[in-house]
């Protein structure tokens, strides 16, 4: 009974301990382990449910673990996927929260670890492209939202190249099927209305009664754009601990899991008891995406079914997939070129990818050993 849940369980608590580099590089290694390995998912599933983790409020990547994780094994699946994959970071920025030795912010380890994480993303990203390549107008869309997100790195264009996507992709014939794609439901419960009921009267609830936990609850609950919109929503919701949360998000990109634990970090460094306060504040970020997910997951796979819907899920993957390549350029340009080290040890891990089988999570930690030798030598 508990093989599948503890399966797992075990594969994404593996993924916290290794996955570096934000979401993007999140659903990269998603792609990898659950589509291509495993083959938990198919490559059609994964599409259409990271398409939805990335309209609705919430931590994306850990919403697509979540459903990985119910593909597998329902609604315990999702949460055992949940708390393997999220835990890891937690215990880290607890311990950062908490003053025990760790990596700081500017350490010579830090910079190599995004290198390493960088390297790793684009890698992945590019795995999600190659599938889109063998048609030219998808690979048009995607090329357009990446030059679009780049031109304007905000929530609006995120959700405007979106929007023109799936217009787009109703009109043209490329996008068609000949038999409307079926997204089998994920064993999540069909009446999802409930959840999504359940998260309202939690959010009305956390307005009326002011505290960290409410605030963190309201931040998971209407953030759209994944963990790095977080932070100036924090930063407003929080001035008068404006340095300490910057820490933290600092930290948290160094990190394995979701840059979500955040909150876990706030949690722990204003609470009196540090334990129960990560506990709490690390549940009350991640509860409303988990009630989210879960409640409009039944209706978007019926959805699915709509041809003309079918043909707007696959434009607006294609846009997740150009706005991913966009989010993976950033991070290269701004932790790759920014020293011959850095870019020499980069050229290196994409042979180690490429042309070995070295597991890509030893990247980033191999790069934060050469950096921090360096800087000893």
């Known amino acids: 009974m508990w093989r599948r849940p503890l399966e797992i ?58 459903l990985i994780g119910a593909r597998r094994g329902g609604i315990i699946g999702s949460l055992c996927a949940w708390v393997g994959f ?11 929260a908490t003053n025990l030795p760790w990596i700081s912010a500017h350490s010579s380890a830090g910079a190599g670890l ?15 492209i190659n599938p889109i390549r063998t048609s030219r107008p998808a690979l048009l869309l995607c090329c357009l939202s990446g030059l679009a997100l780049l031109i304007s790195p905000r ?15 109703t009109q043209h014939p490329a996008f068609a ?7 089998p439901v994920v064993h999540l419960p069909t009446r999802g209305r409930w959840f999504l009921v359940v998260a309202g009267l939690l959010l009305v609830v956390s307005g009326l009664i002011p505290s960290v936990y409410s605030t963190l609850y309201q931040t998971g609950a209407l953030v759209f754009g994944g963990g790095h919109v977080v932070l100036p929503m924090l930063l407003a919701r929080f001035p008068a601990t404006q340095e300490s949360i910057i820490q933290g998000y600092a930290l948290a990109q160094l990190v394995p899991g979701p840059l979500f634990t955040l909150a876990t970090f706030i949690g722990a460094s204003q609470s009196p008891t540090p334990v129960l306060g990560s506990i709490g504040a690390t549940f009350a970020m991640f509860v409303p995406g988990w009630l989210i997910v879960c409640g409009v997951h039944a209706w978007w796979s019926r959805q699915a079914t709509n041809p003309l819907i079918g043909r707007a899920i696959k434009g607006t993957h294609a846009a997740v997939v150009g706005m991913l390549a966009a989010s993976a350029l950033q991070l290269v340009v701004t932790h790759v070129f920014d020293a011959t080290l850095h870019a020499l040890m980069a050229l290196v891990c994409v042979v180690l990818l490429t042309r070995t089988t070295v597991p890509p999570w030893l990247l980033p930690l191999g790069c934060a050993l050469t950096t921090a030798l360096f800087a000893i030598l």
């Open 9 to 66: 369980l075990y594969r994404f608590a593996l993924l916290g301990m290794s996955c570096f580099g934000g979401p993007t590089a999140h659903i990269g290694v998603f792609h990898t382990t659950f589509v291509k390995s495993l083959k938990w998912v198919s490559a059609e599933e994964f599409a259409h449910d990271n398409t939805l983790c990335q309209l609705i409020p919430g931590p994306a990547s850990s919403q697509l673990g979540m």
């Open 86 to 96: 999220t835990t890891p970071s937690a215990v880290l920025m607890y311990l950062a």
């Open 114 to 128: 995004l290198v390493g994480a960088a390297v790793t993303v684009c890698v992945a990203v590019w795995g999600l």
């Open 155 to 169: 929530v609006l264009t995120q959700f405007v190249v979106l929007a023109l996507c799936a217009l787009v992709a």
């Open 177 to 183: 099927t000949t038999v409307p794609t079926a997204h």
